[in-house]
Protein backbone atom coordinates (compact mmCIF):
# COMPACT_ATOMS: atom_id res chain seq x y z
CA UNK A 1 0.00 0.00 0.00
CA UNK A 2 0.93 3.26 -0.52
CA UNK A 3 -1.30 5.46 1.90
CA UNK A 4 -2.90 4.28 4.58
CA UNK A 5 -6.61 2.91 4.36
CA UNK A 6 -9.34 5.03 5.04
CA UNK A 7 -11.43 1.91 7.07
CA UNK A 8 -10.73 -0.08 9.64
CA UNK A 9 -11.65 -3.78 10.12
CA UNK A 10 -13.13 -4.88 13.47
CA UNK A 11 -13.85 -8.12 14.86
CA UNK A 12 -15.70 -8.32 17.40
CA UNK A 13 -15.54 -11.97 19.05
CA UNK A 14 -17.07 -13.53 21.99
CA UNK A 15 -13.81 -13.43 24.41
CA UNK A 16 -11.76 -11.19 22.06
CA UNK A 17 -11.78 -8.54 19.87
CA UNK A 18 -9.21 -7.01 17.67
CA UNK A 19 -9.52 -3.80 14.89
CA UNK A 20 -7.30 -3.98 11.96
CA UNK A 21 -6.14 -1.19 9.55
CA UNK A 22 -4.01 -1.22 6.84
CA UNK A 23 -1.38 1.52 6.11
CA UNK A 24 2.24 0.96 4.45
CA UNK A 25 5.00 -0.84 6.65
CA UNK A 26 2.93 -1.70 9.74
CA UNK A 27 1.01 -4.51 11.23
CA UNK A 28 -2.72 -5.16 10.63
CA UNK A 29 -3.66 -5.13 13.67
CA UNK A 30 -3.34 -2.03 16.12
CA UNK A 31 -2.62 -2.72 19.74
CA UNK A 32 -5.63 -2.48 21.79
CA UNK A 33 -4.18 -2.48 25.50
CA UNK A 34 -0.94 -3.16 26.96
CA UNK A 35 0.35 -2.67 23.64
CA UNK A 36 -1.36 -5.94 22.28
CA UNK A 37 -3.67 -6.72 19.73
CA UNK A 38 -6.65 -8.12 21.55
CA UNK A 39 -9.17 -6.77 24.18
CA UNK A 40 -10.86 -9.38 25.69
CA UNK A 41 -14.48 -8.98 25.04
CA UNK A 42 -15.38 -7.92 29.37
CA UNK A 43 -16.75 -4.78 30.97
CA UNK A 44 -16.77 -4.34 34.68
CA UNK A 45 -18.74 -2.18 36.51
CA UNK A 46 -16.90 -1.05 39.26
CA UNK A 47 -19.17 -0.53 42.29
CA UNK A 48 -16.25 0.68 45.04
CA UNK A 49 -14.92 3.25 42.78
CA UNK A 50 -17.63 4.19 40.14
CA UNK A 51 -16.06 3.08 37.50
CA UNK A 52 -16.47 1.14 34.17
CA UNK A 53 -13.37 -0.61 32.58
CA UNK A 54 -12.80 -3.10 30.21
CA UNK A 55 -10.70 -6.48 28.65
CA UNK A 56 -7.73 -7.43 30.76
CA UNK A 57 -7.78 -4.43 33.58
CA UNK A 58 -12.18 -5.24 33.54
CA UNK A 59 -10.76 -9.29 34.52
CA UNK A 60 -7.80 -8.23 37.07
CA UNK A 61 -10.31 -5.65 39.18
CA UNK A 62 -12.62 -8.11 39.39
CA UNK A 63 -10.35 -10.92 40.48
CA UNK A 64 -8.73 -8.24 42.93
CA UNK A 65 -12.13 -8.32 45.12
CA UNK A 66 -13.80 -5.36 44.09
CA UNK A 67 -17.59 -5.09 44.53
CA UNK A 68 -19.36 -4.86 41.07
CA UNK A 69 -20.64 -6.48 37.78
CA UNK A 70 -18.06 -8.30 35.50
CA UNK A 71 -20.13 -9.20 32.07
CA UNK A 72 -18.14 -11.12 29.64
CA UNK A 73 -19.03 -13.19 26.52
CA UNK A 74 -21.00 -10.32 25.15
CA UNK A 75 -21.56 -10.93 21.85
CA UNK A 76 -23.83 -14.27 22.67
CA UNK A 77 -26.21 -11.22 23.29
CA UNK A 78 -26.73 -10.85 20.04
CA UNK A 79 -29.23 -13.24 18.61
CA UNK A 80 -30.67 -14.03 21.97
CA UNK A 81 -33.78 -13.42 23.63
CA UNK A 82 -31.59 -11.18 26.06
CA UNK A 83 -30.69 -8.19 23.73
CA UNK A 84 -33.99 -6.81 24.21
CA UNK A 85 -34.10 -6.73 28.34
CA UNK A 86 -31.92 -4.83 30.64
CA UNK A 87 -30.22 -5.48 33.52
CA UNK A 88 -29.23 -3.95 36.79
CA UNK A 89 -25.65 -1.76 37.16
CA UNK A 90 -25.29 0.24 40.32
CA UNK A 91 -28.84 0.26 40.97
CA UNK A 92 -29.13 1.42 37.36
CA UNK A 93 -30.98 -0.15 34.93
CA UNK A 94 -28.65 -0.65 31.75
CA UNK A 95 -30.19 -2.36 28.54
CA UNK A 96 -27.88 -5.05 27.28
CA UNK A 97 -27.46 -3.03 23.51
CA UNK A 98 -26.21 -0.37 25.15
CA UNK A 99 -23.81 -2.45 27.29
CA UNK A 100 -22.69 -4.05 23.89
CA UNK A 101 -22.62 -0.10 22.83
CA UNK A 102 -20.51 0.73 25.54
CA UNK A 103 -17.62 -2.25 24.49
CA UNK A 104 -17.40 -1.14 20.61
CA UNK A 105 -17.83 2.75 21.56
CA UNK A 106 -14.40 1.76 23.29
CA UNK A 107 -12.97 -0.67 20.80
CA UNK A 108 -13.33 2.28 18.30
CA UNK A 109 -11.84 4.67 20.98
CA UNK A 110 -8.47 2.89 21.02
CA UNK A 111 -8.21 2.35 17.36
CA UNK A 112 -8.41 5.47 17.51
CA UNK A 113 -6.28 6.78 19.44
CA UNK A 114 -3.49 4.31 18.19
CA UNK A 115 -4.32 4.94 14.29
CA UNK A 116 -4.30 9.10 15.03
CA UNK A 117 -7.14 9.98 12.84
CA UNK A 118 -11.11 8.98 13.09
CA UNK A 119 -13.03 6.09 11.69
CA UNK A 120 -15.72 6.53 9.76
CA UNK A 121 -16.35 3.79 7.90
CA UNK A 122 -16.05 -0.11 9.26
CA UNK A 123 -15.83 -4.02 7.89
CA UNK A 124 -17.24 -5.94 10.91
CA UNK A 125 -17.02 -9.48 11.18
CA UNK A 126 -19.93 -11.73 11.77
CA UNK A 127 -20.41 -15.52 11.82
CA UNK A 128 -21.59 -17.37 9.44
CA UNK A 129 -24.68 -17.65 11.53
CA UNK A 130 -25.60 -15.69 14.43
CA UNK A 131 -28.44 -17.95 15.15
CA UNK A 132 -28.31 -21.65 13.68
CA UNK A 133 -31.29 -22.62 11.06
CA UNK A 134 -33.72 -19.05 11.95
CA UNK A 135 -32.98 -16.88 9.21
CA UNK A 136 -35.26 -14.15 10.59
CA UNK A 137 -33.23 -13.80 13.97
CA UNK A 138 -29.95 -13.79 12.14
CA UNK A 139 -30.83 -11.35 10.25
CA UNK A 140 -32.02 -9.21 13.55
CA UNK A 141 -28.77 -10.30 15.31
CA UNK A 142 -26.48 -8.22 12.46
CA UNK A 143 -29.53 -5.32 12.19
CA UNK A 144 -28.92 -4.84 15.73
CA UNK A 145 -25.01 -4.93 15.58
CA UNK A 146 -25.11 -2.67 12.56
CA UNK A 147 -27.09 -0.22 14.35
CA UNK A 148 -24.77 -0.19 17.67
CA UNK A 149 -22.21 0.48 15.49
CA UNK A 150 -23.99 3.35 14.16
CA UNK A 151 -24.69 4.66 17.58
CA UNK A 152 -21.47 4.81 18.42
CA UNK A 153 -19.99 6.67 15.11
CA UNK A 154 -19.42 5.07 12.11
CA UNK A 155 -20.92 6.04 8.91
CA UNK A 156 -20.36 3.10 6.60
CA UNK A 157 -20.79 -0.07 8.30
CA UNK A 158 -20.77 -3.37 6.23
CA UNK A 159 -20.09 -7.23 6.64
CA UNK A 160 -17.73 -10.00 5.74
CA UNK A 161 -18.27 -13.51 7.01
CA UNK A 162 -15.18 -14.20 9.85
CA UNK A 163 -13.67 -17.29 8.22
CA UNK A 164 -13.43 -15.07 5.14
CA UNK A 165 -11.73 -12.60 6.69
CA UNK A 166 -9.75 -15.47 8.26
CA UNK A 167 -9.06 -16.61 4.52
CA UNK A 168 -8.18 -13.44 2.99
CA UNK A 169 -5.18 -12.97 6.06
CA UNK A 170 -3.91 -16.21 4.93
CA UNK A 171 -3.98 -15.80 1.32
CA UNK A 172 -1.44 -13.07 1.78
CA UNK A 173 1.23 -15.55 2.47
CA UNK A 174 0.38 -17.91 -0.72
CA UNK A 175 2.67 -18.55 -3.40
CA UNK A 176 1.03 -20.95 -5.07
CA UNK A 177 -3.04 -21.83 -5.77
CA UNK A 178 -4.82 -24.03 -2.68
CA UNK A 179 -8.15 -25.08 -2.11
CA UNK A 180 -8.54 -24.28 1.54
CA UNK A 181 -11.13 -25.17 4.10
CA UNK A 182 -10.90 -22.11 6.90
CA UNK A 183 -11.79 -24.03 10.34
CA UNK A 184 -13.06 -20.52 12.72
CA UNK A 185 -13.66 -21.66 16.04
CA UNK A 186 -14.10 -18.74 18.34
CA UNK A 187 -15.91 -18.08 21.68
CA UNK A 188 -19.34 -18.54 20.43
CA UNK A 189 -19.41 -20.20 16.92
CA UNK A 190 -17.55 -22.54 14.37
CA UNK A 191 -17.84 -21.65 11.25
CA UNK A 192 -16.36 -22.88 8.04
CA UNK A 193 -15.62 -21.68 4.33
CA UNK A 194 -13.86 -23.07 1.22
CA UNK A 195 -12.09 -20.89 -0.63
CA UNK A 196 -10.03 -20.76 -3.96
CA UNK A 197 -7.17 -19.07 -3.01
CA UNK A 198 -3.50 -17.22 -4.54
CA UNK A 199 -1.78 -14.72 -5.50
CA UNK A 200 -3.32 -13.89 -8.67
CA UNK A 201 -6.63 -14.46 -6.97
CA UNK A 202 -5.72 -12.04 -4.45
CA UNK A 203 -6.25 -8.90 -6.99
CA UNK A 204 -9.51 -9.42 -7.93
CA UNK A 205 -12.22 -7.06 -6.13
CA UNK A 206 -14.99 -9.38 -6.83
CA UNK A 207 -14.48 -13.36 -4.98
CA UNK A 208 -18.25 -14.25 -5.35
CA UNK A 209 -16.47 -17.70 -7.72
CA UNK A 210 -14.19 -18.45 -5.49
CA UNK A 211 -16.46 -18.69 -2.61
CA UNK A 212 -17.53 -22.93 -2.86
CA UNK A 213 -19.41 -23.01 0.59
CA UNK A 214 -20.03 -22.12 3.70
CA UNK A 215 -21.43 -23.14 7.16
CA UNK A 216 -21.54 -22.54 10.95
CA UNK A 217 -22.74 -23.76 13.96
CA UNK A 218 -23.68 -22.00 17.22
CA UNK A 219 -20.89 -23.78 19.13
CA UNK A 220 -17.69 -22.35 20.69
CA UNK A 221 -15.28 -22.38 23.02
CA UNK A 222 -17.55 -20.94 25.76
CA UNK A 223 -19.96 -24.42 25.10
CA UNK A 224 -16.38 -26.44 25.75
CA UNK A 225 -16.18 -24.06 28.57
CA UNK A 226 -20.06 -25.11 30.09
CA UNK A 227 -19.79 -29.07 29.16
CA UNK A 228 -16.47 -29.20 31.17
CA UNK A 229 -18.20 -27.04 34.04
CA UNK A 230 -21.16 -29.33 34.02
CA UNK A 231 -19.29 -32.67 34.13
CA UNK A 232 -16.58 -31.73 36.28
CA UNK A 233 -17.38 -28.91 38.64
CA UNK A 234 -20.48 -28.75 38.84
CA UNK A 235 -21.66 -31.88 40.31
CA UNK A 236 -18.64 -30.38 43.50
CA UNK A 237 -21.35 -27.96 43.76
CA UNK A 238 -24.46 -30.43 44.28
CA UNK A 239 -25.32 -30.89 40.58
CA UNK A 240 -26.89 -34.02 39.83
CA UNK A 241 -27.70 -34.51 43.45
CA UNK A 242 -30.47 -36.02 44.93
CA UNK A 243 -33.56 -34.36 46.65
CA UNK A 244 -34.63 -36.92 50.10
CA UNK A 245 -37.57 -37.66 47.93
CA UNK A 246 -34.80 -39.06 45.19
CA UNK A 247 -35.45 -36.32 42.69
CA UNK A 248 -32.51 -34.69 40.97
CA UNK A 249 -31.98 -31.27 42.39
CA UNK A 250 -33.52 -28.60 40.15
CA UNK A 251 -30.37 -27.80 37.47
CA UNK A 252 -31.12 -24.62 35.81
CA UNK A 253 -28.98 -22.73 38.69
CA UNK A 254 -26.49 -25.12 37.41
CA UNK A 255 -26.09 -23.82 33.34
CA UNK A 256 -26.75 -20.48 34.65
CA UNK A 257 -23.66 -20.69 36.37
CA UNK A 258 -21.88 -22.53 33.51
CA UNK A 259 -22.87 -20.36 30.68
CA UNK A 260 -20.50 -17.17 30.48
CA UNK A 261 -23.80 -14.75 29.45
CA UNK A 262 -25.88 -15.81 32.53
CA UNK A 263 -23.61 -16.08 35.60
CA UNK A 264 -25.20 -12.86 36.94
CA UNK A 265 -28.77 -14.05 36.99
CA UNK A 266 -27.67 -16.72 39.59
CA UNK A 267 -27.39 -13.61 42.30
CA UNK A 268 -30.86 -12.76 42.43
CA UNK A 269 -33.27 -13.16 45.01
CA UNK A 270 -35.26 -15.49 43.68
CA UNK A 271 -33.19 -18.10 43.38
CA UNK A 272 -31.11 -16.97 46.71
CA UNK A 273 -34.60 -18.12 48.06
CA UNK A 274 -35.31 -21.18 46.00
CA UNK A 275 -31.58 -22.23 47.04
CA UNK A 276 -32.59 -22.26 50.55
CA UNK A 277 -35.95 -24.09 50.22
CA UNK A 278 -33.70 -26.92 48.13
CA UNK A 279 -30.96 -27.06 50.83
CA UNK A 280 -33.58 -28.17 53.71
CA UNK A 281 -35.16 -31.32 51.15
CA UNK A 282 -31.27 -32.14 49.94
CA UNK A 283 -30.33 -35.73 50.34
CA UNK A 284 -26.63 -34.35 50.94
CA UNK A 285 -25.72 -30.89 52.04
CA UNK A 286 -22.15 -30.39 51.93
CA UNK A 287 -22.03 -29.30 47.87
CA UNK A 288 -24.58 -27.30 48.20
CA UNK A 289 -22.72 -25.36 50.97
CA UNK A 290 -20.07 -24.82 48.77
CA UNK A 291 -22.73 -23.58 46.04
CA UNK A 292 -23.99 -21.19 48.87
CA UNK A 293 -20.85 -19.79 49.32
CA UNK A 294 -20.32 -19.21 45.72
CA UNK A 295 -22.92 -17.20 45.08
CA UNK A 296 -23.25 -15.42 48.20
CA UNK A 297 -19.77 -14.36 47.81
CA UNK A 298 -20.27 -13.58 43.90
CA UNK A 299 -17.58 -15.57 42.51
CA UNK A 300 -19.56 -17.28 39.38
CA UNK A 301 -16.98 -15.65 37.05
CA UNK A 302 -13.85 -16.58 39.31
CA UNK A 303 -14.83 -19.92 38.75
CA UNK A 304 -15.96 -19.60 35.07
CA UNK A 305 -12.09 -17.96 34.59
CA UNK A 306 -10.87 -21.29 36.23
CA UNK A 307 -12.65 -23.87 34.10
CA UNK A 308 -11.69 -21.74 31.41
CA UNK A 309 -8.08 -21.30 31.80
CA UNK A 310 -7.94 -25.51 32.61
CA UNK A 311 -9.47 -25.80 28.92
CA UNK A 312 -6.41 -24.53 28.01
CA UNK A 313 -4.25 -26.37 30.01
CA UNK A 314 -5.25 -29.38 28.51
CA UNK A 315 -4.86 -28.68 24.87
CA UNK A 316 -0.84 -28.23 25.71
CA UNK A 317 -0.84 -31.02 28.52
CA UNK A 318 -2.61 -34.30 29.60
CA UNK A 319 -4.35 -33.05 32.90
CA UNK A 320 -5.42 -30.06 34.64
CA UNK A 321 -5.72 -29.04 38.24
CA UNK A 322 -8.55 -26.18 39.48
CA UNK A 323 -7.35 -25.20 42.85
CA UNK A 324 -11.24 -24.19 44.64
CA UNK A 325 -10.05 -22.80 47.92
CA UNK A 326 -12.13 -19.98 47.77
CA UNK A 327 -14.92 -22.52 47.89
CA UNK A 328 -13.68 -24.88 50.33
CA UNK A 329 -9.84 -24.86 52.11
CA UNK A 330 -7.93 -27.15 50.19
CA UNK A 331 -10.22 -28.30 47.65
CA UNK A 332 -9.25 -29.15 44.13
CA UNK A 333 -10.62 -31.12 41.34
CA UNK A 334 -8.40 -33.14 38.69
CA UNK A 335 -9.49 -33.16 35.42
CA UNK A 336 -7.83 -35.65 32.81
CA UNK A 337 -7.99 -35.19 28.76
CA UNK A 338 -10.07 -38.37 28.93
CA UNK A 339 -12.61 -36.25 31.22
CA UNK A 340 -12.58 -33.15 28.69
CA UNK A 341 -13.39 -35.92 26.06
CA UNK A 342 -16.32 -37.53 27.15
CA UNK A 343 -17.40 -33.93 28.51
CA UNK A 344 -17.68 -32.51 24.69
CA UNK A 345 -18.15 -35.46 22.89
CA UNK A 346 -21.47 -34.27 21.67
CA UNK A 347 -20.14 -30.68 20.75
CA UNK A 348 -17.30 -32.28 18.79
CA UNK A 349 -19.79 -34.69 17.15
CA UNK A 350 -22.06 -31.62 15.99
CA UNK A 351 -19.08 -29.83 14.68
CA UNK A 352 -17.74 -32.46 12.75
CA UNK A 353 -21.32 -33.48 11.06
CA UNK A 354 -21.26 -29.13 9.98
CA UNK A 355 -17.88 -30.36 7.83
CA UNK A 356 -19.33 -32.98 6.74
CA UNK A 357 -22.47 -31.37 5.59
CA UNK A 358 -20.41 -28.90 4.42
CA UNK A 359 -18.26 -30.97 1.94
CA UNK A 360 -21.42 -32.81 0.54
CA UNK A 361 -22.95 -29.62 -0.08
CA UNK A 362 -20.24 -28.22 -2.51
CA UNK A 363 -19.56 -31.84 -4.19
CA UNK A 364 -15.89 -31.95 -3.48
CA UNK A 365 -14.48 -35.03 -3.19
CA UNK A 366 -12.48 -35.31 0.16
CA UNK A 367 -9.13 -35.45 -0.94
CA UNK A 368 -9.85 -32.23 -3.73
CA UNK A 369 -8.69 -29.72 -0.60
CA UNK A 370 -5.27 -28.77 -0.12
CA UNK A 371 -5.34 -27.46 2.93
CA UNK A 372 -7.05 -26.98 6.50
CA UNK A 373 -6.66 -23.76 7.89
CA UNK A 374 -7.54 -23.18 11.92
CA UNK A 375 -8.21 -19.54 13.32
CA UNK A 376 -10.05 -18.86 16.82
CA UNK A 377 -8.89 -19.85 19.93
CA UNK A 378 -11.17 -22.96 20.46
CA UNK A 379 -9.64 -24.26 17.31
CA UNK A 380 -6.68 -25.48 20.01
CA UNK A 381 -9.00 -27.99 21.51
CA UNK A 382 -6.98 -31.11 20.41
CA UNK A 383 -10.02 -33.54 19.88
CA UNK A 384 -11.30 -30.64 17.70
CA UNK A 385 -8.90 -30.47 15.43
CA UNK A 386 -8.32 -34.27 15.34
CA UNK A 387 -12.47 -34.67 14.26
CA UNK A 388 -12.05 -32.18 11.62
CA UNK A 389 -9.13 -33.50 10.36
CA UNK A 390 -10.64 -37.05 10.10
CA UNK A 391 -12.98 -35.24 7.52
CA UNK A 392 -10.42 -34.08 4.99
CA UNK A 393 -7.39 -36.80 5.76
CA UNK A 394 -5.16 -35.44 2.48
CA UNK A 395 -5.13 -32.09 3.40
CA UNK A 396 -2.43 -30.32 5.63
CA UNK A 397 -3.17 -28.37 8.78
CA UNK A 398 -2.12 -25.17 9.10
CA UNK A 399 -2.61 -22.97 12.19
CA UNK A 400 -2.97 -19.18 11.99
CA UNK A 401 -2.91 -16.28 14.29
CA UNK A 402 -5.60 -18.12 16.48
CA UNK A 403 -6.34 -14.52 17.61
CA UNK A 404 -5.78 -12.26 15.01
CA UNK A 405 -6.38 -13.88 11.92
CA UNK A 406 -9.95 -12.61 11.11
CA UNK A 407 -9.00 -9.13 11.92
CA UNK A 408 -6.22 -8.74 9.56
CA UNK A 409 -8.14 -9.97 6.98
CA UNK A 410 -11.11 -7.74 7.63
CA UNK A 411 -8.32 -4.77 7.69
CA UNK A 412 -7.78 -6.06 3.69
CA UNK A 413 -11.45 -6.16 3.36
CA UNK A 414 -12.14 -2.36 4.39
CA UNK A 415 -9.30 -1.00 1.98
CA UNK A 416 -10.67 -3.04 -0.62
CA UNK A 417 -14.10 -1.73 0.61
CA UNK A 418 -13.31 1.86 1.19
CA UNK A 419 -10.30 2.42 -0.57
Not at 50 to 64: H, I, N, Q
Not at 203 to 229: K, M, P, V
Not at 253 to 281: E, G, M, P, S
Request: overall charge negative.
Amino acid sequence: MQQPARACGIDFGTSNSTVGWLRPGAPALLPLEDGKPTLPSAVFFNADEDTTCFGRAALDEYLEGYEGRLMRALKSLLGSSLIDGQTEVHGRALRFSDLLASFIGELKLRAEAQAGRSFDQAVFGRPVHFVDDDAAADRKAQDTLEAIARQVGFRDVSFQFEPIGAALHYESSLSNEELVLIADIGGGTADFSIVRLSPERARGLERHEDLLGNAGIHIGGTDFDRALSLECVMPLLGYRGLMKSGAQLPASIFFQLATWHTINFAYTRQVWADLQHIYRDAAERAPLDRLSKLIGQREGHWLALRVEQAKIDLSQAPAAKLALDRLEAGLTVSIGDDDFTQATRALVEQVGACVGELLDQTGLRRDQVDTLYFTGGASGVAQLRARIAAELPAARSVEGDLYGSIGAGLAVEAARRYG
